[in-house]
């Protein structure tokens, strides 16, 4: 099936460092989604991206509908130590809610 | 408002056991899905339902079944378990398929020995 690669797998930064994160594919997507875990839950929904590219913030997030429409990034401003957990892009093909493809995370710790 | 709520929270199972784990959601969401998390690799959906009394495949369906009780809970059963099946299990839910964001619960953490 498809696959997505996400860079980092992993990563360490110290508490008011800006962090950057991308994921990629050989496919092309209509849709890029970008999802925190926290341990012990389940993923939340951080930003939506809809076309190549699209540059959308939540607070200091900022993600990035890269325009081949094979890739998506996001950036994390001035991280604080509750940005921790794992952070998956997840890429849709076509309009129905069944056809997500997930990364497998970036893990994310922050450093006081 | 709960979200989704899945139980139970962990489980041990030995080869060959089965067990059904709960999914209910309160947002009066059409559509409910089933995915797996294994170490290293993105979520993968096993069963879904678009909407009360309809379900699907996902792309890791087999050793599974589903039943959608009514809007509000999505099952999911293991009818013998294998240790292939270890694994952390996500129930979601989403107003309907076309929507994009999915709801997720917390997840059961399911081992078999």
């Known amino acids: 099936g498809q696959q997505l690669n996400q860079s980092p797998q992993s990563m360490f930064i110290q508490e008011g460092e800006d962090v950057s994160m991308n994921c990629t594919s050989s496919s092309i997507f209509n849709t890029w989604l970008w999802y925190k875990q926290e341990p012990g839950e389940g993923p939340v929904l951080l930003i939506a991206l809809y076309k190549a590219g699209e540059l959308t913030s939540n607070g200091r997030l900022t993600a990035q509908f890269g325009i081949t429409r094979k890739d998506s990034f996001l950036n994390i401003s001035a991280s604080i130590p509750s940005d921790v957990g794992i952070y998956f892009c997840?890429?849709?093909?076509?309009?129905?809610?069944?056809?997500?493809?997930f990364g497998p995370g970036t893990r994310l710790s922050v450093l006081p | 408002n709960a979200g989704v709520t899945q139980t139970p929270k962990f489980q041990v199972l030995k080869t060959g056991q089965s067990m059904t784990l709960q999914c209910a959601q309160d947002?009066?969401?059409?559509?409910m899905y089933w995915y797996r998390q294994d170490p290293g690799m993105g979520l993968r959906l096993i069963y879904y339902?678009?909407?009360?009394?309809?379900?699907d495949k996902g792309e890791v369906p087999n050793g599974y079944n589903v039943s959608r009780l009514n809007k509000r809970e999505f099952s999911l059963r293991l009818e013998s378990a294998a240790p292939s099946q270890t694994s952390v299990y996500f129930c979601?839910?989403?107003?309907?398929?076309?929507?994009?964001?999915?709801?997720f619960g917390p997840g059961t953490r399911l081992t078999v020995t």
């Open positions: 947002m009066n969401h059409n559509s």
């Open positions: 979601a839910s989403s107003p309907d398929l076309s929507s994009y964001e999915q709801y």
């Open positions: 997840a890429g849709q093909q076509h309009n129905y809610g069944q056809n997500f493809v």
């Open positions: 339902s678009a909407s009360e009394g309809t379900t």
